[in-house]
């Protein structure tokens, strides 16, 4: 008996985007034609003049080396968001057309013209398209399951409702307790769309479940990763006789990259002095007349290779702040910030005296956030890795508070800074300075240290509530009776 072939949701997305591509490379040919004969010889050519089959074959050629390039460069948009995806697109198309223009030119000199105006045409009907599909696709919401043990599951969880994308479903907790998952695990992991394992889930839960959701059931498998594991990241194949191996590269940066990063440095710190000196002065002013205390405030921070430096910042908090306190982290309503300390703070004017020690070389213009002295000790205790944050200068602005929020953990930050060591590019940092100017308008991104409430009073903030059963629990809404009789017992 034949088995029926059975295709998943994603499947058929993929399958309709790449019919669009023929469709609209065909379309797209035809209308650059067209127009391209109609500027060059004032007619337009019948579609009986028109030899089809050589139309056909070079829409095919253009359809396959779109797809193979998209395939080389991932660019599907269910994949990523809609602009990275066209990004890439409209890359692919130039190579595409580059490529075509080389070879068609030698035979037609008007084929220029008709290639750009191809390209233009092509790249707004697949924005168009490419928008449809986009809608159509994340209508439906994915069902999310996370996999880990019960406090990293429900943080976990808990990010994806503060996030709050709307084609996003929290829809099961699955917890690892001793080592061991629950025993229908596997039957309700196939009513997920995708899976999130977090960072503590055992090694064999984590190998098991990867090859399970991966290569049986093509469900989207994602990782909170370890530290190692962004190690892994860009590793280089090799082969010792028979054997695969995998090269890893150091947390650190070559010659050429510090000689480029000091440079790029060198000049960001010059701009953005002479730029910000008004703005510095009127600052530092303000606050001066404020309490009467210095606009400055200088601290000891820690820099690369664990060196103590003083840092530059604005005072935003009222003078002696930890004259009582103590060495304590900022919180989201912290009583020590003055008024004009909560403005600087929100718009990052209070981080501009930092140029100085970035032109003077103790810091960088990218880079991991210097911390203190007290906190690094404490943040090494619990968690070794976290020096390897120091292989690189510490910066003004960082990956993970570009991406990250102000009150996000050390160890979540930890990770987001040795990803940038590992990944690290001018590109890069140039990505993270227009990510640093986005997170200034995001109030949440400025938010001091909270305490999280409990998971069952979370939820009950985003009309959800847990079922809780063997070894997981399942995110259902809560009912309207249930609402109406919470109401009361509020009143």
């Not at 103790?362 to 911390?371: A, K, L, V």
């Not at 690290?424 to 409430?453: C, E, H, M, P, Q």
């Amino acid at each position: 008996m034949k088995r029926k072939l059975s295709l998943t949701r994603k499947a058929k997305f993929q399958i309709l985007e790449t019919i669009c591509f023929f469709c609209l490379s065909l379309l797209s040919f035809l209308s650059g034609y067209f127009i391209t004969h109609f500027i060059f010889f004032q007619d337009v050519p019948l579609f009986n003049e028109i030899d089809w089959w050589i139309v056909i074959l070079i829409t095919l050629f253009n359809t396959f080396f779109i797809l193979l390039l998209d395939s080389l460069f991932k660019t599907s948009i269910l994949k990523r968001g809609f602009f990275d995806g066209m990004k890439r697109s409209i890359f692919t198309t130039a190579i595409i057309n580059l490529l075509s223009y080389f070879v068609l030119s030698l035979f037609d000199k008007s084929v220029g013209w008709y290639l750009l105006l191809e390209s233009i045409l092509f790249i707004c009907m697949l924005s168009i398209t490419r928008l449809i599909i986009r809608a159509i696709y994340f209508r439906k919401k994915r069902n999310i399951g996370i996999v880990g043990p019960r406090e990293q599951a429900e943080q976990l969880a808990k990010k994806f409702f503060i996030e709050n994308k709307k084609y996003r479903n929290v829809a099961f907790l699955f917890f690892e307790e001793d080592g061991l998952l629950g025993d229908d695990i596997y039957t309700e992991i196939k009513q997920c769309d995708d899976i999130y394992l977090t960072c503590d889930l055992t090694e064999y839960n984590k190998s098991k479940m990867i090859m399970y959701c991966a290569a049986k059931k093509d469900i989207d498998i994602h990782i909170v990763p370890q530290i190692y594991e962004i190690g892994i990241l860009d590793s280089l194949e090799g082969e010792v006789d028979d054997v695969v191996t995998l090269e890893i590269s150091s947390f650190h940066l070559t010659l050429g990259q510090r000689f480029i990063k000091r440079f790029f440095d060198i000049f960001c710190s010059i701009v953005g002095l002479l730029i910000f000196w008004p703005l510095m002065l009127i600052t530092a002013i303000i606050i001066k007349c404020q309490d009467g205390g210095s606009p400055i405030f200088a601290q000891e921070r820690i820099t690369k290779d664990n060196k103590p430096f003083m840092l530059y910042k604005f005072r935003t908090m009222i003078i002696d702040a930890e004259k009582d306190t103590g060495a304590v982290l900022a919180s989201s309503n912290d009583k020590r910030i003055t008024k004009f300390g909560k403005i600087i703070r929100a718009t990052r004017i209070d981080e501009l005296p930092q140029l100085w020690n970035v032109l003077k070389g103790e810091m960088s213009f990218i880079g991991p956030r210097p911390e203190r002295r007290i906190f690094v000790d404490e943040f090494l205790r619990e968690t070794s890795s976290y020096k390897y944050r120091m292989n690189v200068k510490a910066g003004i602005a960082g990956l993970a508070q570009a991406r990250g929020n102000y009150d996000t953990n050390y160890r979540d930050k930890l990770r987001w800074d040795l990803l940038y060591i590992k990944k690290y590019s001018l590109l890069l940092d140039i990505k993270i300075i227009f990510w640093t100017l986005k997170a200034i308008l995001d109030k949440n991104s400025a938010r001091g240290v909270s305490n999280d409430l409990p998971i069952e009073e979370f939820l009950n903030h985003f009309g959800k509530k847990l079922e809780i059963g063997p070894k997981k629990a399942k995110v259902i809404d809560i009912s309207i009776d249930e609402i109406k009789t919470k109401e009361k017992i509020s009143a």
